[in-house]
Protein backbone atom coordinates (compact mmCIF):
# COMPACT_ATOMS: atom_id res chain seq x y z
CA UNK A 1 0.00 0.00 0.00
CA UNK A 2 1.47 3.27 -0.80
CA UNK A 3 1.98 5.77 2.54
CA UNK A 4 1.35 8.74 -0.11
CA UNK A 5 -1.71 10.35 1.43
CA UNK A 6 -3.91 13.45 0.90
CA UNK A 7 -5.73 15.46 2.77
CA UNK A 8 -8.84 17.29 0.61
CA UNK A 9 -11.25 20.03 2.08
CA UNK A 10 -14.20 21.55 0.32
CA UNK A 11 -16.75 23.54 1.15
CA UNK A 12 -19.56 25.99 -0.36
CA UNK A 13 -18.08 29.85 -0.07
CA UNK A 14 -18.14 31.27 3.04
CA UNK A 15 -18.30 28.25 5.10
CA UNK A 16 -15.11 28.50 6.62
CA UNK A 17 -12.55 26.40 4.92
CA UNK A 18 -9.63 28.75 3.83
CA UNK A 19 -9.72 29.94 7.77
CA UNK A 20 -9.86 26.20 8.98
CA UNK A 21 -7.14 25.00 6.31
CA UNK A 22 -5.04 28.20 7.15
CA UNK A 23 -5.19 27.54 11.05
CA UNK A 24 -4.12 23.12 10.08
CA UNK A 25 -1.39 24.14 7.87
CA UNK A 26 -0.11 26.76 10.66
CA UNK A 27 -0.31 23.79 13.80
CA UNK A 28 0.72 20.76 11.29
CA UNK A 29 4.00 20.96 10.09
CA UNK A 30 3.65 17.88 8.34
CA UNK A 31 0.77 19.05 5.87
CA UNK A 32 2.35 21.77 3.14
CA UNK A 33 -0.76 23.38 0.65
CA UNK A 34 -1.15 22.05 -3.03
CA UNK A 35 -0.94 25.08 -5.01
CA UNK A 36 -3.46 24.64 -8.15
CA UNK A 37 -3.04 25.45 -11.79
CA UNK A 38 -5.37 28.01 -12.96
CA UNK A 39 -5.77 30.28 -16.42
CA UNK A 40 -7.60 32.84 -15.12
CA UNK A 41 -4.98 36.13 -14.28
CA UNK A 42 -3.60 37.10 -11.39
CA UNK A 43 -5.23 38.83 -9.06
CA UNK A 44 -2.78 41.77 -6.94
CA UNK A 45 -1.32 40.23 -4.52
CA UNK A 46 -1.01 37.21 -6.05
CA UNK A 47 2.04 35.49 -6.60
CA UNK A 48 2.77 32.78 -9.17
CA UNK A 49 3.61 29.31 -7.62
CA UNK A 50 2.13 30.15 -4.42
CA UNK A 51 -1.51 31.11 -4.87
CA UNK A 52 -1.38 29.38 -8.20
CA UNK A 53 0.35 28.25 -11.11
CA UNK A 54 -0.90 31.12 -13.39
CA UNK A 55 -1.06 28.87 -17.00
CA UNK A 56 -2.12 30.02 -20.63
CA UNK A 57 -5.47 28.03 -22.08
CA UNK A 58 -2.58 26.20 -24.32
CA UNK A 59 -0.46 25.22 -21.55
CA UNK A 60 -3.02 24.06 -19.30
CA UNK A 61 -4.52 21.98 -22.60
CA UNK A 62 -1.62 20.35 -23.20
CA UNK A 63 -1.07 19.38 -19.44
CA UNK A 64 -4.43 17.60 -20.18
CA UNK A 65 -3.16 16.14 -23.09
CA UNK A 66 -0.16 15.00 -21.16
CA UNK A 67 -2.35 13.44 -18.51
CA UNK A 68 -0.79 15.53 -15.47
CA UNK A 69 -3.72 16.73 -13.81
CA UNK A 70 -5.12 14.17 -10.81
CA UNK A 71 -7.88 16.60 -11.39
CA UNK A 72 -9.47 19.60 -13.45
CA UNK A 73 -12.48 21.15 -14.71
CA UNK A 74 -13.69 24.20 -16.68
CA UNK A 75 -14.92 26.07 -13.35
CA UNK A 76 -15.94 29.23 -15.34
CA UNK A 77 -16.38 29.13 -19.35
CA UNK A 78 -12.78 29.45 -20.26
CA UNK A 79 -11.36 29.09 -16.93
CA UNK A 80 -9.60 25.89 -15.74
CA UNK A 81 -8.92 25.17 -12.05
CA UNK A 82 -6.58 22.03 -11.70
CA UNK A 83 -4.58 19.81 -9.50
CA UNK A 84 -0.95 18.94 -11.53
CA UNK A 85 0.00 15.56 -10.26
CA UNK A 86 3.72 16.99 -10.12
CA UNK A 87 2.43 19.20 -7.36
CA UNK A 88 1.73 16.29 -5.14
CA UNK A 89 4.65 14.62 -5.92
CA UNK A 90 6.71 17.81 -4.96
CA UNK A 91 4.94 17.83 -1.45
CA UNK A 92 5.39 14.06 -1.33
CA UNK A 93 8.95 14.68 -1.89
CA UNK A 94 9.43 16.81 1.10
CA UNK A 95 8.31 13.96 3.34
CA UNK A 96 5.29 16.02 3.85
CA UNK A 97 0.67 15.75 3.34
CA UNK A 98 -0.54 17.65 0.43
CA UNK A 99 -3.93 19.97 2.00
CA UNK A 100 -5.50 20.22 -0.98
CA UNK A 101 -8.13 22.94 -0.49
CA UNK A 102 -10.84 22.71 -3.35
CA UNK A 103 -14.27 22.80 -5.39
CA UNK A 104 -16.51 19.74 -4.61
CA UNK A 105 -16.17 17.86 -8.01
CA UNK A 106 -12.33 18.42 -7.72
CA UNK A 107 -12.29 16.94 -4.32
CA UNK A 108 -14.24 13.53 -5.47
CA UNK A 109 -12.16 13.41 -8.66
CA UNK A 110 -9.32 13.17 -6.51
CA UNK A 111 -10.75 10.71 -4.03
CA UNK A 112 -11.73 8.70 -6.97
CA UNK A 113 -7.89 8.57 -8.60
CA UNK A 114 -6.23 7.86 -5.15
CA UNK A 115 -8.96 5.99 -3.14
CA UNK A 116 -8.08 5.06 0.34
CA UNK A 117 -5.19 7.66 -0.26
CA UNK A 118 -7.10 10.87 0.32
CA UNK A 119 -9.55 11.70 3.24
CA UNK A 120 -12.13 13.87 2.00
CA UNK A 121 -13.77 16.37 4.58
CA UNK A 122 -16.64 18.35 3.95
CA UNK A 123 -17.46 22.09 5.93
CA UNK A 124 -20.84 22.09 6.17
CA UNK A 125 -22.33 25.84 7.19
CA UNK A 126 -24.82 25.38 9.84
CA UNK A 127 -28.14 26.27 7.15
CA UNK A 128 -27.89 28.33 3.82
CA UNK A 129 -29.86 31.32 6.10
CA UNK A 130 -26.24 31.19 8.35
CA UNK A 131 -24.17 31.41 5.12
CA UNK A 132 -26.19 34.39 3.31
CA UNK A 133 -25.54 36.44 6.32
CA UNK A 134 -21.91 35.13 6.49
CA UNK A 135 -21.40 36.36 2.75
CA UNK A 136 -23.49 39.21 2.94
CA UNK A 137 -21.32 40.32 6.38
CA UNK A 138 -18.09 40.53 3.93
CA UNK A 139 -19.37 43.43 1.83
CA UNK A 140 -18.43 42.21 -0.75
CA UNK A 141 -21.22 40.53 -2.74
CA UNK A 142 -24.22 42.63 -4.62
CA UNK A 143 -27.38 41.05 -4.12
CA UNK A 144 -26.83 38.87 -7.47
CA UNK A 145 -23.64 37.30 -6.87
CA UNK A 146 -25.11 36.39 -3.43
CA UNK A 147 -28.11 34.75 -4.88
CA UNK A 148 -25.09 33.02 -7.18
CA UNK A 149 -22.97 32.04 -4.24
CA UNK A 150 -26.12 30.49 -2.40
CA UNK A 151 -27.49 28.78 -5.65
CA UNK A 152 -23.97 26.82 -5.97
CA UNK A 153 -23.81 26.37 -2.79
CA UNK A 154 -26.88 24.26 -2.36
CA UNK A 155 -25.42 22.45 -5.24
CA UNK A 156 -22.41 21.59 -3.67
CA UNK A 157 -24.22 20.84 -0.59
CA UNK A 158 -26.47 17.58 -2.24
CA UNK A 159 -22.80 16.15 -2.65
CA UNK A 160 -21.98 16.08 0.68
CA UNK A 161 -22.88 12.42 1.85
CA UNK A 162 -20.41 11.44 -1.20
CA UNK A 163 -17.20 12.62 1.61
CA UNK A 164 -15.43 10.77 3.95
CA UNK A 165 -16.35 13.46 6.72
CA UNK A 166 -18.76 16.31 7.23
CA UNK A 167 -17.95 18.82 9.80
CA UNK A 168 -20.51 21.42 10.76
CA UNK A 169 -19.20 24.80 11.05
CA UNK A 170 -21.40 26.14 13.45
CA UNK A 171 -18.34 27.64 15.86
CA UNK A 172 -15.50 27.99 13.92
CA UNK A 173 -12.75 26.58 17.07
CA UNK A 174 -14.63 23.38 17.37
CA UNK A 175 -15.46 22.77 13.89
CA UNK A 176 -11.47 23.02 13.63
CA UNK A 177 -10.86 20.67 16.66
CA UNK A 178 -13.12 18.29 14.66
CA UNK A 179 -10.94 18.74 11.00
CA UNK A 180 -7.57 18.29 12.65
CA UNK A 181 -8.75 15.19 15.10
CA UNK A 182 -9.62 13.86 11.47
CA UNK A 183 -6.42 14.95 10.10
CA UNK A 184 -4.60 13.48 13.06
CA UNK A 185 -6.22 10.34 12.58
CA UNK A 186 -6.01 9.69 9.51
CA UNK A 187 -2.12 10.29 9.29
CA UNK A 188 -1.50 8.62 12.29
Avoid at 59 to 83: C, P, S
Amino acid sequence: MNSKKIIIITAPSGAGKTTIVKKLLAAMPQLAFSVSAATRPARENEVDGRDYYFLSTEAFQQHIDNNDFAEYEMVYAGKYYGTLKSELQRIWDEHRTPMVDIDVKGALSIKEHYHDQALTIFIQPPSLEALAERLGGRGTETQASLEERLGKARYELSFAHQFDEIVVNDQLDHAYAQVKKLVEDFLA
